[in-house]
């Protein structure tokens, strides 16, 4: 019997791993969704073709948000920082394909001897619990080839004075992220690490604050500028297509880490 020369086996063979690695159709679920990183991956992923949800706990903003996708996108008004609520809704939306959680309110940043223990633990709730219990109660209903993104930053790497929050939150998940990827294998558990990125969560800075930020930013990074939303999403967006990488850490950064 003839068989077929081995560049047509792999000519097969590519175009079904570029199938996997197809957004259409699949269904992506947004946790944090309604601004920001989360509303521009869906977006991003709604363009590949995906059928995206997406959740926050404002119904006005999940409304706006819808109004930048296309029709058919599901949006859903949850408060994430409740543990049965994150359980009550998966319940009820049923099976998925791919798991995005960037929610999380604004960050204070203070020096140690200034920080207020119970506000602190109030930002570890909503960035790191409510991301656990995401995935505690999703990952049941997570189609076969589907994955887990969740969200940490370069302080976990790089910190600056007043960053030991936010650095104990972004060196939790990414803890975290490691053991998933064990633990609910072949499920992919992996995580976007951005830099300094333009999103509301600056808002607690003043405008003088914030321009000076990102100045300095623009002054020192490699890449001489501040990180846009869009930069993120293309980050997660690969960590749902790729097939074979597991329990990373993706950097988005301009360099941080390296300067």
């Known amino acids: 019997m003839d068989r077929p020369p081995p560049c047509r086996i792999l000519y097969h063979q590519n175009l079904k791993t570029m199938d996997n690695q197809s957004l259409v159709n699949k269904r992506v679920i947004l946790l944090g969704a309604s601004s920001g990183l989360g509303l521009a991956t869906a977006i991003a992923a709604a363009s590949g ?30 408060d994430l920082s409740i543990e049965e609520n994150i359980k009550a809704f998966f319940e009820k939306v049923g099976r998925f394909d791919h798991l995005v959680y960037t929610a999380g309110e604004n960050l204070n ?45 370069t302080a976990s790497q790089r910190p600056g004075a007043g ?12 803890g975290f992220v490691r053991a998933m990827a064990v633990e609910l294998a072949p499920i992919r558990v992996n995580c976007v690490v951005p830099g ?15 321009g000076g930020m990102y ?8 890449l001489k500028r ?7 999403a293309l980050g997660f ?3 749902m297509k790729q097939q074979y990488g597991t329990g990373r850490s993706l950097v988005i950064d301009g360099g941080t880490v390296l300067v």
Request: include cysteine; aromatic fraction near 10%.
């Open 49 to 78: 073709g995906a059928k995206v949800v997406i959740v926050s706990g404002n119904r006005q903003r999940v409304n706006k948000a819808l109004e930048q996708l296309p029709p058919g996108s599901e949006g859903y008004a949850v």
């Open 109 to 153: 940043l203070n020096s140690i001897n200034h920080t207020v223990i119970n506000e602190a633990i109030g930002f570890f709730n909503l960035r790191f619990w409510s991301a656990f219990a995401a995935v505690k109660y999703g990952a049941p209903y997570i189609n076969k080839g589907g994955s887990i993104s969740l969200t940490s930053g």
């Open 196 to 210: 300094v990125i333009k999103t509301n969560l600056w808002d607690s800075m003043t405008d003088e604050q914030r």
């Open 163 to 174: 960053w030991s929050v936010a650095s104990a939150i972004c060196g939790a998940m990414e």
């Open 237 to 239: 967006i690969y960590l």
């Open 226 to 232: 501040v990180g846009e939303t869009e930069d993120v």
């Open 215 to 222: 100045q300095y930013l623009e002054n020192n990074l490699l």
